[in-house]
């Protein structure tokens, strides 16, 4: 369960991180240039905090207290394959969703 | 003035598919929020202030799994570290904006609508200050408040939605198909593999940092990759 005072702290300090992090540039350094080695690191956040949060999950789902599930394995697998295929964000989570649901019915 | 409105409009058009991608996303945070035990104002909240769909499940994943809250926000915020870049990036075309407008398009400026917006600044070189900004809004104007709105539809139905439908694995699935297409280039997969392989391995880290030491780890991998291969 999550506590209410934690709840809100954490949407305000992200509200108002997410905001600076989007205005820093915008906002604090107008149109002067910015050192290339960041942006060249700013670049890859993306590909890099997304797989690093999603990996754990697909390899040690809390919902089989962390062992390994073919289903959840299968399906992770099939989304991100799909999605690399057909630079489509839906059809990627599409696939995902009829891969699990159809291993976990035929998998019981 | 003409010139201006006409931008806002041709920024309206452009937004309308990504309504496509925003609705369901914005759905499903709505539901597993309330999955999660947030009520539907806290659920609306979340979308409104902070107005990042990956952050806001990163953070809300964290939170279920009761890490620290500075660990919450780190991790949530790092996600959104790409929101720097696209700053970075629109700063030479809205850089002498009033400082209520750089503002305005701050608060708004999620990735589809920086992603139109860019390269729309790079085909139209000749535009306006005041239109390139009043194309951004424009570009936000479809995709905001249906953010907002398909929150608060996930919110008020995600209550009846039975367990058995595996929405544990909705934030690994959801993510997972946001890399695929994001892996352009030998850097991008280069720093995906990285995070794929080394946050499961630190997984015994306390406080769920291995997600900053993969993360970071991969923007070291990727940058170094790019920067081998002569800049993309």
Do not use: C
């Amino acid at each position: 369960m999550i506590e209410t005072q934690t709840l809100w702290i954490v949407i305000i300090g992200l509200g108002a991180g997410s905001f600076f992090l989007r205005f820093v540039f915008l906002g604090l350094i107008g149109d002067r240039p910015i050192p290339d080695w960041i942006l060249r690191h700013l670049r890859y956040t993306a590909v890099g905090f997304l797989p690093a949060i999603a990996s754990p999950l697909v390899l040690m789902p809390p919902a089989t207290d962390g062992q390994l599930d073919p289903a959840r394995m299968a399906a992770g697998v099939v989304t991100l394959l799909v999605g690399y295929f057909s630079k489509s964000v839906l059809w990627a989570i599409f696939s995902g969703a009829v891969s699990l649901y159809g291993l976990l019915y035929l998998l019981g | 003035m003409s010139q201006v409105n006409g931008a806002f409009w041709s920024g309206f058009r452009q937004g309308l598919p990504f309504i496509l991608v925003i609705v369901p996303f914005a759905l499903l945070f709505g539901v597993i929020a309330t999955e999660a035990g947030l009520s539907i104002v806290e659920t609306l909240g979340f979308s409104v202030v902070v107005i990042a769909g990956a952050a806001q499940f990163t953070a809300l994943q964290l939170m279920t799994e009761q890490a620290p809250t500075l660990i919450v926000l780190a991790s949530a915020l790092a996600v959104n570290l790409r929101m720097a870049m696209y700053s970075a990036t629109l700063a030479p075309h809205l850089g002498k904006a009033p400082m209520w407008k750089r503002a305005l398009a701050a608060y708004v400026l999620v990735d589809q609508v920086f992603a139109i917006s860019s390269l729309e600044y790079e085909k139209r070189r000749d535009m306006s200050v005041a239109a390139k900004w009043s194309f951004m809004i424009g570009t936000a104007a479809p995709v905001v408040p249906l953010w907002y709105l398909a929150t608060y539809l996930g919110a008020y139905i995600g209550s009846a939605i039975p367990p058995e439908l595996a929405l544990d694995f909705a934030v690994p699935i959801t993510f997972l198909a946001m890399i695929g297409p994001a892996l352009r280039t030998l850097a991008h997969i280069g720093a995906a593999a990285t995070a794929l392989a080394v946050s499961p391995m630190l997984i015994w880290v306390p406080h769920s940092l291995n997600i900053m030491l993969a993360g970071i780890a991969a923007m070291i991998v990727g940058a170094a990759i790019e920067k081998r291969m002569g800049g993309v």
